[in-house]
């Protein structure tokens, strides 16, 4: 036992006193740091490439030709692009998606919030109703369409039946110019708005409980700890909201408009994103929908550049 004792020592002297170069290269800890950063990114740098920096790339290259409903490409340089600017059609949609982001945008950004402040409160059975708001985001936005069709439908739709019940006479709701429009509006709200909810109260959560107490020993009442205390704390999360809602807005909705009105009546809620659609899958013109794909993309990219530069990355002017 005691000459196998003495090996293993020695064996252990040996290793310790073994050069560098022979046990191979140590990572300082940075490096470490750094290599396991960049294997948890890789999948999404890798998604992010395959699924969405490539197929961008290839829809600005496929803008530049005529491509027909056989295959055929036929390199024809800025045709697109002239077209797209002498297309009314197109600018109407353009017109009416920025109609839809200016009354999407902040009434979605005040009811997620108000929500938010709402299930922050510790009553009882408040995860069943945090839960309940938002479970619409999780569903389908084809099934969410299917759905609010039948509840608008003007005959027997629930809603026009709640109306006729109380006195009141039916409405066209998706029937209307006028109205049409201000449907889908709501629906997206009723969808979105639990999923900004839970984003307005992860960011009240992380505001200290000893800044209310402050508040309070000074006197200050609830709308004064909003505006001293929440609103200067939660604007990071703020203009995550804003930004994301904006792209959201330029960019989806196209399941929903299908369903709903299909772009009608009288191309009253035909957004950019819809127009787009139609021309690519509709009609097969597939180098124009590229072109106006790629001018849409441009526009969300300057939006957003807008925001960002008056939030400063995150933080509002307080006007200092």
Known sequence: MSSIAAKERRA?????GAPASKRGPVLSRRHREWLAAALFLAPDVLGLLVFVAVPMVLSIALSFFQVSGFGSYEWIGLGNYERMMNDPLFWDSMKITGLYVVILVPVLFC???GLGLL???????MGVYRTALFLPYVVSLVVVGVLWKFLLDEQTGAVNRAMRAAGLDGESWLG????ALGCVIAVMVWVMMGYYMIIFLSGLQEIPKEYYEAAKLDGAGPWRQFRSVTWPLLRPTSFFVLMMSTVAAITGGLDLIFVLTNGGPANGTSLAIFYIYQQAFGFGEYGYASAMGSFLVLIMVAVSAVIFKFTRGGRFDDGE
């Open 12 to 16: 252990t002297a040996a290793a310790a």
């Open 111 to 113: 009811v997620s919030l």
């Open 119 to 125: 299930v922050k409160q510790k009553l009882p059975g």
């Open 176 to 179: 209307s110019p006028s109205l």
